[in-house]
């Protein structure tokens, strides 16, 4: 490898005009590509495409439609007097502007004429098929001649009270008397939701919050979340409808507050507050280096030959990774940052030997003291690379594409980085008059530092030793829970709160809590499919889960359900009732109302009692069949479709809890799968389904990830070092460093999420750098010198460490929770990774690095040369 990477060095030095432009070709290629890049918030391209879950719920949106929403809130503020009316006419022309657009399929603000139909003709004329046998005995006792002489009394007394009765209790009474209506009332809750069963007094029954004030829009756009296009031109035409419609309303329109929720604008929100982050954090990183390293070299060029290089590095990689994947997900975005930090970690170490090259062999050409670098340096450089692209690449053995994508960015695009060192700097190089280096202030407060750092590490190795191993076994003593924190149980939680992650001024998390206020539901249901190839087994399986479902709202778990069984009662239960009902004498009933109104002086011609004698006459079960030829066909649809042979049936159930709560969705599952009755023949699926499965797998591989990372770290060194003692020595920084940050972050209470996590590869990657740095300098001279090898490799890695904290650490600017703990994390880790380098590792050195290695007799440095 010594004369490969000394051969490149030399043909890029020889023929560096060669290399510039064909250097020049393929990175305006690249950057063609890369301004391509979409970057995806959506948490289901972090899944794998080809699992049974993620397969599930497209087949359930497919059958069904959309399971998620676009959400619009439509307030008037507590300020301004409350007017229902202005909310009706915006949603009407929104209605009306947004349908011939062509990017929705439907929009729902109020109950739907087929419901209200439903509930008017065909519910109440077969209600009592629909009830219990308790609800319908209460029924059939209203039926008595005492009971029916109390009830028509009791409609007297109301119907002459001094207040006039509401008007809609009077439209009752005309064609209720007996007030069957009061026992009906928890079944059509049951079938539209408590909250649109309380709209059915409004004439237009509009999806309106109990205090007029705000009107909920449901809108179903023909495509999906997480099509970031689709999205984009989704959501910026809503916006401008919204902004046309509120400036055409005028004043009216001015007293408006709309807000807009659910995934589409939350995938379209955070994937721009990401990418306008990343681009300022690399803005900022950028400028910091520009600066610091002009500083710190003072000279132009030094600053070019560093950066340049690994600039064009990323976005080569980035180019890759656009022909690969397309979309970049929300853990490779961060990626830019990870490699410009390694990029730059690999430069600074070899420009810097080669300037101390220089400096000390001033006799040999610039060539010779390039190829003895990249021989060299280079050579230790490559091993660094190898191990950490090797950490990377394990993480393509999960099945997680978040982590699996990372292993290919992370470990492809280090191996990219260092070809684009190793290509373009030995070229750079040729632009670089030879001239003696100034040591400027910067560089000659490191040099002090670095020097008062080797002498106190040479006197004082097992204080610095023993101290080191006080802390480790504090942070061990605080991750077993010894120590008292601000964490429960054994090691760092992991953060079940997907919101956690998001943006702080996240609409759609706005949007939820509004929605919880007026509503009291975030509209984010479970999905439960059953299927069969007859209408009769299908009821039956229906009933089954009905039962179920019933039960676990009597314990809490679930909040509500909507069933088509609501629509369409078992018929087991309503042969029951039939027998029952069957049984009347529906003329002696309506001759005893009519006589008791009579009594009492009530108008005959006043009331209608038809519905009453429907009622009573109902003679045959209801089907699905006889449901579908009643010309409900919209609800239908929501619940029931037939395909390739079998009939399909949903039923949305809306859990309790918050809607990020993951454990009740767990435990809602395995109560649906481990129910013997039902048999677990049901697909369960939905959002929060999903973001239940994609946490669970998270986890599940992120331990995959850790364990696979480490054991490729000790295989690597151990390959390379051949000393169980060396890699121990060589591991010191690495796991010092882990300690710590596990540690800090359970005495402060801070959780491990699924983007901070690829921190933890990426300081095992590093943390072996900067130890496998240290001992190969620290071998390279024969004397074992640890004085030198602090002092000549210490000035790379606090260069390095640095950028490396300033392109990490420059993800705190992004408006993302997950980027920005990631950066904190990394930034903290590779502070500590560096000083345990620096500090610990050379004091280890100084106590056993005699004994791992046999010390040979002090040679004088033979003077290489180029034949």
Known sequence: MKKLLGKLATLSFSHARYVFLIVAAVTLVAAYYVSRIQISTNNFDLLPQDSKMIKEFWEVNEDFGAQESHLMLIEIPDSVEPDPSILKDFVHRLDETLSRSGLVSSINYAITPDQKNFIDEFFVRNALLYLSSSDLDSVLRRFEDPEIARRILNCKNILNMPVPPDPSLKKVLREDPLLLSEIFVPYIERMLGKQNASLLKDEESYYLSKDKRTL??????????????????????NIEIRDSIVAAMGEDGAKLHIMMGGNYVSALTNARAVKQGLVDSSVFVISCILVFFYFFYGDIRSLVFIVVPVFIGVIWVFCIGELAFVKFNIITASAGAMLLGLGVDYAIHIYNRFVTQEQHFKHHTTLQNLVITFQETGLSVFYGVVSTAFVFAVLMVTRFRGLYELGFIGGLGIFVLFVAVVVLMPAE???????????????????????????????????????????????????????????????????????????????????????????????????????????????EKLRLLNIKMDTLVERGMVKEYNSLLRYVPSLEQQHKNLKKIRALDVESILFQIRLEMTKVGLRMNYFKLNRLREMMSVREPITLEHFQKEGFGDIMRHYYVEKNGLKKVVTQVELAGASYEIDIVNAFIQEVDQDKQLGGDYIITG?????????????????????????????????????????????????????????????????????????????????????????????????????????????????????????????????????????????????????????????????????????????????????
């Open 216 to 237: 909920l829009v449901f809108i179903k756009p023909v495509g999906a979340s997480n099509d970031t296009r689709f999205c984009e031109t989704f959501v910026d035409r």
């Open 687 to 867: 959002i929060r389904v999903v973001t239940a499965e994609f946490l669970t797998l998270v986890k599940e591989d992120f331990a995959v990830a850790l364990i696979a990372s480490l054991l490729t770290v000790i295989v690597l060194v151990t390959l390379k070092y051949r000393s169980f003692r060396a890699v121990l020595l060589c591991t010191v920084p690495l796991t010092f460093s882990i300690l710590c940050i596990m540690g800090v972050m359970r005495l402060y209470g801070i959780k491990i999420n699924f983007v901070n996590m690829i921190a933890v590869p990426l300081l095992i990657g590093s943390g072996v750098d900067y130890g496998i740095y240290i001992i190969s300098r620290y071998l390279e001279d024969q004397r074992h010198d640890v004085f030198a090898a602090i002092h000549e490799t210490g000035q790379s890695l606090f260069l390095s460490g640095l950028t490396t904290v300033i392109g990490f650490g420059s993800l705190v600017l992004v408006d993302n929770r997950g980027l920005a703990s990631m950066g904190y994390m990394c930034g903290v880790g590779i502070i500590i990774c560096a000083l345990s380098s620096i500090i610990v590792l050379p004091a280890m050195l100084r106590l056993w690095g005699k004994k791992i290695w046999k010390i040979e007799s002090p040679e004088p440095r033979k003077t290489r040369s180029i034949e």
């Open 429 to 539: 190089i040729t632009m670089r008059p030879r001239r003696p280096v100034k040591r400027n202030y910067l560089q000659t407060m490191v040099s002090k530092v670095l020097d008062y750092n080797s002498r106190f590490v040479l006197r004082h190795p097992k204080y610095i030793t023993t101290g080191c191993l006080i802390i480790s076994a504090f942070m061990i003593a605080v991750l077993l829970n010894y120590v008292p924190s601000k964490d429960e149980g054994i090691g760092v939680t992991f953060d079940d709160n997907i919101e956690n992650i998001r943006s702080k001024n996240d609409v759609d998390l706005q949007m939820i809590k509004r929605m919880q206020e007026k509503f009291g539901s975030h509209f984010k249901p479970v999905s439960v499919v059953c299927e069969a190839t007859t209408n009769d087994m299908l009821v």
